[in-house]
């Protein structure tokens, strides 16, 4: 099946290993659809950035769990309980397969979680159905004067 993204959308990264970042970033940039990726190392970042107003949200948010200052769940918190950052997509991207990682992700209203494989083929697969999965089912929220997709 040939997939040809007829939008583009901006995704916030929130990763602090680098090598796993670059992987994450040269997986999604191979896909056929238009991306503005930015990354920052940690919870504390994410919100920094998030709350920057010279700054537009990103349309998905895809984020590690164990990271330093504020970790992915700290972070998952903040957003779900913020009345206009609630609305952005969170995929949680981590090692942990463990099952209360998993539970509380959800519970915590995360829209997905992925846990990274080993193998370099899988996680260029798994990153790359994360991009898939957001253009065929997300409708980008509207902003102040700005029309959705």
Do not use: C
Not at 42 to 54: I, K
Not at 67 to 74: D, F, K, L, S
């Amino acid at each position: 099946m040939t997939f040809t993204a007829t939008r583009s959308y901006g995704i916030l990264l929130v990763e602090d290993d680098a090598a796993d970042a670059m992987l994450i970033q040269d997986a999604l940039l191979e896909r056929p659809s238009e991306h503005t990726i930015t990354q920052v190392e940690d919870g504390v970042a994410a919100l920094h950035h998030l709350n920057d107003p010279a700054r537009p949200h990103p349309d998905l948010i895809l984020m590690d769990l164990n990271m330093p200052r504020m970790n992915g769940r700290e972070l998952l918190a903040v957003l779900k309980a913020d009345q206009v950052l609630k609305a952005i997509p969170v995929v949680v991207l981590t090692t942990s397969a463990a099952p209360d990682d998993v539970s509380a992700a959800y519970q915590g209203h995360a829209n997905a979680y992925i846990t990274k494989p080993v193998n370099l083929d899988d996680f260029v697969s798994a990153v790359q159905s994360i991009d898939t999965f957001f253009l065929d089912t997300a409708a980008r929220v509207p902003r102040e004067g700005k029309p959705g997709f």
